[in-house]
């Protein structure tokens, strides 16, 4: 089913993340459905996005589509699919278009232009760093005040299942942690925790699965291993799932990995 035109919506200490990694260059693609390698790299702009204030609710956008041959009209779950640095809806929808979940699914666009995609949040400074932390939650607020209308202007069942890459992973996170409200399970791929994602972060998170490359240069998987250590020690059931020989991407058994997830989550909304 193609998905609809883009529509204008109501838009955790772990450890201090030690890489300086930054994402100045576009993250790769998810892997197309089909599973196999990921799409190639982008190039970068020169500069990195300027910082943007608080997003007023109306300014997230997305693609939505339904998946398993469901009803569009017929209650159910919310899937929502968050893109990385430097893509776009267009073509990060491939990730779980054409599933055989029957889902409403969800892919907001960017907040800001960044080469041929977008970016939701600045990464001028370290993963770990104050602002890039402060600006993924800016984000994720965005976010979950979208997915809490979408909710309510569609006929959903349960909480939204939450999953993304990079950036995406990182506001999965996000809006697990501090937006319970509007999510009831969350997977993010390749994601991070600064530190300032710590204070204020619910103890009634949902159910937590990251699945993270091995060989992630980009996003380092240490950080991430000590910040669902973190989480599992404050009570929070969260896991973390590594592939080894993978690295900053999506492959085609993360993929799979993640349709079993959110097969699993959709059955339990009600």
Known sequence: MRPSLLRRCYAWSALALASLVSLAACERRAAPPGGGAAGTEQQAPPAAPAASAAVPAAAVEYLEEITGGADRNEALPLVVAIHGLGDRPESFTGLLSGADVKARLIVPRGLTPYGGGYSWFPLQQALASDEVGQGI???????????????????????????????????????????PRVVGAAFPMGGWVPPAMLPGAAAAAPALVALHGEDDRRVPIGPTRDAIA?????GVKARLVSYPGVGHTVSGEMRRDLLQLIRGAAAEMR
């Open 137 to 179: 939650l800016r984000a994720a607020a965005a976010l979950a005040a979208t997915i809490e209308r979408i909710a309510a202007e569609r006929p959903t069942r349960g909480k939204a299942i939450v999953t993304g890459f990079s950036q995406g992973g990182a506001l999965t996170f996000a809006l697990a942690l501090h937006h």
């Open 230 to 234: 973190a989480l599992d020690g404050r």
